[in-house]
T-cell receptor
Framework: TQLLEQSPQFLSIQEGENLTVYCNSS?????LQWYRQEPGEGPVLLVT?????EVKKLKRLTFQFGDARKDSSLHITAAQPGDTGLYLC??????????????FGTGTQLKVEL | DAGVIQSPRHEVTEMGQEVTLRCKPI?????LFWYRQTMMRGLELLIY????????DSGMPEDRFSAKMPNASFSTLKIQPSEPRDSAVYFC???????????FGSGTQLSVL
């Protein structure tokens, strides 16, 4: 089982600040997903990265996949209160019977204050 | 589309009672997943169905847990008998096929007293 460590575990910042969240493992990922989860709701997929070194941007969010495909980062520029939530990385592995198994990271709880 | 629908949203029960959680996947999706989320262990995959057939149930904690998918539009997760350590948020998710993006429901908050 892949173990995904996220850091920091908690982050409280002011509106307008930048931040970076990390997702690390000793295993190589076939692909990695980032989700955001708001209170009382299920996780919502933000992005999937597949290629080592890949960088994807989603408005103020920048996602990077490490060259060795063992780590990933999420950078938020000029954070807003609407960015508040639990950010989860998830690594995919192929199930014997077909399909993906998502192993989720430990999560980073982000709070952006006015 | 209504999304993945789970019921109930909240369930409070006493130790030893049977609990049944329900899920209606998005129409047209043929893969369904049950996850459990706790502060200590995060999100864990319990069981995965493809075309109504259980493919991987290695995450099911013990025999007290069982899951069924009698048809493409309905699945249940049953705990019998329930224990306080089963308290968690249980999520159902579905995808168009086994390798596509997952859509999660809003979860069932289970409290076993």
């Amino acid at each position: 089982t892949q173990l995904l460590e996220q850091s920091p575990q908690f982050l409280s910042i002011q509106e307008g600040e930048n931040l970076t969240v990390y997702c690390n493992s000793s295993s190589v990922f076939s692909s990695l997903q980032w989700y955001r989860q708001e209170p009382g709701e299920g996780p919502v997929l933000l992005v999937t990265v597949v290629t080592g070194g890949e960088v994807k941007k989603l408005k103020r969010l920048t996602f990077q996949f490490g060259d060795a495909r063992k780590d990933s980062s999420l950078h938020i520029t000029a954070a807003q209160p609407g960015d508040t939530g639990l950010y989860l990385c998830a690594a995919t592995s192929i199930l014997t019977g077909g399909g993906n198994k998502l192993t989720f990271g430990t999560g980073t709880q982000l709070k952006v204050e006015l | 589309d209504a999304g993945v629908i789970q019921s109930p949203r909240h369930e409070v029960t006493e130790m030893g009672q049977e609990v049944t959680l329900r899920c209606k996947p998005i129409s047209g999706h043929n893969s369904l997943f049950w996850y459990r989320q706790t502060m200590m262990r995060g999100l864990e995959l319990l069981i995965y169905f493809n075309n109504n057939v259980p493919i991987d149930d290695s995450g099911m904690p013990e025999d007290r847990f069982s899951a069924k998918m009698p048809n493409a539009s309905f699945s249940t997760l049953k705990i019998q008998p329930s224990e306080p350590r089963d308290s968690a948020v249980y999520f159902c998710a579905s995808s168009r096929d086994a390798y596509e993006k997952l859509f999660f429901g809003s979860g069932t908050q289970l409290s076993v007293l």
